[in-house]
């Protein structure tokens, strides 16, 4: 993972699907044979990022280069008036629960079909 080595921990998770779709070069529909069996990676990053703003640039890096489908971060350290299109990254939608000493977000890529549990938040915590 290319994100700051400021004393922050990084994990990253990676799952494989396995896809049985028809092939499109097959004829015979139903045939085991003729399905598509190959391996996809779905990855998802952590980081206890201790100030979006100030790593930022390092943030833009990794989405482009790692393309994660998830990527969390804890401790933004953004206020809750920061405007969070000045967090945004080209092909990535940003859910956001920013907090002054404490806040947290996730970047998640626009392929993917998410949305947000606003039920299950706290205010009381940095949730999302």
Known sequence: MHLPDTHTHTLHLEFKIKKNVPRSDCSLVGDPKCLDISLNFFFINFCNIRSLRSNFQSVEHHLSSIKPYLLFFTE???????DSSSCSVPSYFLY?????????????????TCSRAHTLESSKFSTI
């Open 76 to 82: 933004t350290q953004l206020s809750v008036a920061t």
């Open 96 to 112: 956001s629960h920013f907090r002054s000493k404490a806040g947290c977000c996730v970047y998640v890529r626009n392929d993917l």
